[in-house]
């Protein structure tokens, strides 16, 4: 179970509620009266990738903050307001180039998301911008990110083409690096799911929505229900270990009505994503105080499952008071992996993730098997896995 919230990471998520609101400023101000080690804070804010919301925060607090920290958020804050206009029209240009091509596309996450939630980019952002095309379209989506100036790093741009039909399978995107912008990079979807149980994803094309960026621009995302069953999903397959991801999710339902707000839960069930959004729900109201109707609280609550899938939650974005990866701690990820299994009650979603998780890139690009004796991946998984271990600790020696 998870341990008492650190005072860094409840400083943390106070600057991280939205809107702004007295009560938010008096959550910053009390967090900030108390014994708090600076360092550490600035630790959490980085690691949760908050600063523009850190310092909006603390600014309409007008929390007291030693002069060195405010000046290091100000300087990082400006930074990522810089980083997040130039992904923005990075987007844009992206976008115009696809449209001009008759190719479809859809932003996720990043400038379009950040407007939707906060109606200003500097106060949230990605380290790269997702898109998601048509899976028939892919090759002339892969063409025309290249004519744009990128080059392929993951899968390598060397890997032949038989090695990569036999990463397919175990793959959603491509990601690409600008070959003279190096900052910009672009994660290249067919698929927002390895899981093809995951979530239905029929309605994304015909009910896409442009979230304006300008007078004149917007980019093409999802529509609202769509758009905010995937967040949910997306952040509990990340055992929403970076507080970004819930915050997103928080501003979304704290500017939407009531019966708005109940109407998107209800509508992520019945596209499969119910566990994934109360899972959210409930840890928006501990960590953001989020008010949604006590009917609607006491339901998503009874499950004993999606009560787990919270307290999981919280352990992964507290690990080391908040200011640790889970992945960079001795079996941090394991709970977190084991959750994945408890997000849907669909034995074939069960059945698909245990086959996901019991193959990796690694394995096959080392061994590749025929198509025939591909079930032994799951098999062969471990002494693969030995084998990779014990070469590195040789060349360590």
Known sequence: MVSRLSPEFQLAAACAMWPPSDRRSEAIRTATAGPLHWPRFLGVVE????????????????????????????????????ENLVMAAEALRLQRIFEKAKVPILFVKGASLTALAFGNLGLSGGQDIDVLVPMETLSLATALIADAGYRRFDPPPNLSEKDLRLLMPLRKDFTFVHQTKRQLVVELHWRLFLNPHAMDQASFWPNSQIVPLTAAEGLRTMGNEDLFAYLCLHGALHWWNRLKWLADINALMATAPAA???????????????????????????????????????????????????ATALGAMTIGHGERDPHDVRFGTTRGSASSFLLSTSWRYRLAELNIQSRNQADVLATALPERLRFLYPILRLPLWVGRHAVKRSARK
């Not at 690691?47 to 300087?75: C, F, K, M």
């Open 260 to 310: 708005s707000v109940e109407h998107l839960i209800r509508a992520s069930e019945a596209k499969g994503a119910g566990r994934a959004t109360a899972q959210a729900a409930l840890l928006c109201q501990r960590l953001f105080g989020t008010s949604l109707p006590d009917p609607l609280m006491k339901s998503l609550r009874r499950s004993a499952a999606v009560r787990w899938l919270e």
């Open 47 to 82: 690691r949760h990738r908050i600063i523009g919301l850190v310092r909006d925060g603390l600014t309409r607090a007008r929390a007291e903050v030693p002069p060195e920290v405010i000046s290091e958020i100000e300087a990082k804050a400006a930074i990522a307001v810089r």
